[in-house]
């Protein structure tokens, strides 16, 4: 197991995360996977503009199939097994007081609230594992995303699973990845 112990006291929920590769393919109630999106509904974002949205299929969907079919194959073969796939995308274009202009934090701001569904989702005993290796642009057209919108990532969410359901080259993997230092994330006075 790695060491995932913070430089700096914090709660406990942003060490313990991980992404599991492993989920127990079953279903989960619309209702846990919408907690999780009122969750990020609540990030912050510039001018509150809320870029983000979420466009899912639960397991047992007509659409599931066509979601996996997204992915790319070594994603696909672990991520079937999730309960739901959601695919997270942003508004590219900042639209404040009846004016439209390119957004420069869209993506940024799109994170902030992947987080907060991840985070919220732990909290109801799921694991999330975001996935960005996707057909970007089969992903935007098959899933009628609009003009100016941009796919960012997916994300394969479920109850875990044990690491023998993996694929072999995937087994050793399965377990929490470290983190670097605080000191060689934050840099007081300039960037080094």
């Known amino acids: 197991m790695t060491d995932r112990r913070p430089d700096y006291p914090i709660d406990p929920i942003f060490h313990t995360r991980w992404s599991p590769r492993a989920f127990v393919p079953a279903p989960m109630p619309e209702s846990d996977l919408l907690r999780s999106i009122e969750a990020a509904r609540w990030a912050p974002s510039a001018f509150n503009a809320q870029p983000w949205r979420f466009v899912y299929s639960l397991r047992g969907d007509s659409s599931f ?27 590219t274009m900042l639209r404040y007081d009846g004016e439209v ?4 934090s869209h993506s940024f701001d799109t994170g902030a609230a992947w987080a907060q569904f991840a985070l919220q989702a732990s909290e109801l005993g799921y694991h999330t594992h975001g996935i960005g290796g996707l057909d970007y642009d089969r992903a935007h057209q098959w899933l009628r995303v609009h003009e100016g919108y941009r796919v960012e990532m997916a994300i394969a969410i479920g109850t875990r699973g ?4 993996l694929p072999e080259p995937l087994r050793e993997r399965e377990g929490p990845s470290p983190r670097r230092p605080v000191s060689e994330l934050a840099f007081r006075g300039g960037f080094q």
């Open 65 to 91: 199939e066509g979601f996996l079919d997204l992915l790319d194959p070594f994603n696909r073969a672990w991520a079937q097994h999730a309960s739901a796939i959601v695919f997270v995308v942003s508004d």
């Open 101 to 104: 202009s390119p957004s420069r």
């Open 162 to 165: 044990t690491v023998e359901e």
